[in-house]
């Protein structure tokens, strides 16, 4: 797909049967890299609070660092779709905060679109975000910003409440206008049921194979963030490996004075050095 992908393009794309692929990206050159391989979607998660900036979990990134990093991700993008998250705190106390906040990850951030954790609870400050011109992503099941409520980052859905709550959820999320939805660890089969149910594009993220998409956290799926691994995570390159590696080559080179070489360094005109030699003394 060569032309610019839209919110609009999610939705055809599942009519079409095509499955959606997105990856979260927080710098210029990685999204640059991800949208010239041609990925459909870009998210610039809240994940970065732990994978870039070291927090224990999402709930410490602010408005200010999510615009910060959604602006170098859209300075890398031609194509693809750049949805960005809404952190904790930024959509929870009034609807009139929720569409500012929202609104500045579109005109300050450059982004195409914003998301939201949660179901019929915010299912008002959606439409109105919407209302305003900006496309909303919903977030379902395991919702990192309620770590705390939820007791960890635990599958959502295995009981029967819970499943049917998931569900009437996604229903409402879709009535409130938003263009797709994050499945994020939920039972397989309660994915495909809602990804049957809807008209809107599911995606899933340890959710299984029947959803509509699916998107990993980059540095998972690339090796890059070691403090752990999700089940439903697959490496496809072990680039924190290759780095270690590589650096300690480095260091090692340095250290022995084999690095750097004379091909590695600038030369000039030996007159001008022996000419300061003589005015400073040698």
């Known amino acids: 797909m060569n032309e610019k992908i839209t919110t609009t393009t999610f939705i055809e794309m599942k009519k079409n049967k095509k499955r959606i692929t997105m990856l979260t990206a927080y710098d210029y050159y990685t999204a640059k890299i ?49 949805v960005g998250d809404m952190p904790f705190l930024s959509y929870h106390v009034s609807i009139k905060e929720s569409v500012r906040n929202a609104g500045r990850i579109l005109q300050e951030g450059g982004a195409h679109a914003v998301k939201l954790e949660g179901g019929r609870e915010v299912a008002d400050k959606i439409k109105a975000i919407i209302a305003a011109g900006i496309p909303v992503m919903g977030h379902l099941g395991s919702t990192p910003q309620s770590v705390n409520l ?78 752990f691994t999700p089940k439903f995570v697959k490496k496809y390159a072990d680039l924190g ?20 070489e004379e091909k590695h360094s600038f030369k000039m005109d030996e007159e001008i050095i022996e000419r300061i030699k003589k005015e400073v003394g040698e």
């Open 34 to 82: 991800m949208d010239d391989a041609g990925i459909d979607g870009i998210l610039v998660g809240d994940s970065l609070g732990m994978v870039m900036l070291g927090y224990e979990n999402t709930l410490p990134v602010t408005m200010d660092i999510m615009v910060h990093h959604v602006k170098a991700v859209t300075r890398g993008v031609k194509k693809a779709l750049v």
């Open 241 to 260: 490996e290759e780095m270690v590696k590589a650096i300690k080559e480095y260091i090692k080179e340095v250290e022995e004075g084999k690095f750097p």
């Open 150 to 227: 939820l007791g960890g980052f635990k599958v959502q859905g295995k009981d029967y409440e819970r499943a049917k709550r998931i569900l009437e959820d996604a229903l409402i999320l879709q009535e409130a206008g938003v263009f797709s939805i994050v499945l994020e660890c939920v039972p397989r089969p309660l994915a495909k049921l809602i990804s049957e149910k809807l008209d809107i594009p599911t995606i899933g993220i340890g959710a299984g194979d029947y959803c509509d998409g699916q998107i990993l956290v980059t540095h998972d799926m690339l090796g890059l963030f070691g403090n």
